[in-house]
Nanobody
Framework: QVQLVESGGGLAQIGGSLRLSCAAS????????MGWYRQAPGKQRELVAN???????NYADSVKGRFTISRDNAKNTVYLQMNSLKPEDTARYYC??????????WGQGTQVTVSS
């Protein structure tokens, strides 16, 4: 099993920034892809960004140019730098890992609220 703990959510102003962190523990040798998803009230969970073992990245169109995903393999941590935040970025953000040989892992989520 891979355990994930997110941190860094909170309240931000429109145009502001937040940085999310997700620390992995447990069977970290099984991790292939790390990523962030989000879910707003009444909406389906959606991919925000993910980063692969070779450090290539993938972003949802809605966050391209504003969000940056990165990972520190020495710390088993993935980050999401969120800039130029918009009200529509308000959601609960979940860390995710795709793993070799075991089911995907999810964190508990961290709330991000963007308000004027």
């Amino acid at each position: 099993q891979v355990q994930l703990v997110e941190s860094g959510g909170g309240l931000a102003q429109i145009g502001g920034s937040l940085r999310l962190s997700c620390a992995a523990s447990g069977a970290i040798f099984r991790i292939s892809t790390m990523g962030w998803y989000r879910q707003a009230p009444g909406k389906q969970r959606e991919l925000v960004a993910n980063i692969f073992n070779g450090d290539s990245t993938n972003y949802a169109d809605s966050v391209k140019g504003r969000f940056t995903i990165s990972r520190d393999n020495a710390k088993n941590t993935v980050y999401l730098q969120m800039n130029s935040l918009k009200p529509e970025d308000t959601a609960r953000y979940y860390c995710n890992t795709q793993n070799w040989g075991i089911p995907p892992s999810w964190g508990q989520g961290t709330q991000v609220t963007v308000s004027s």
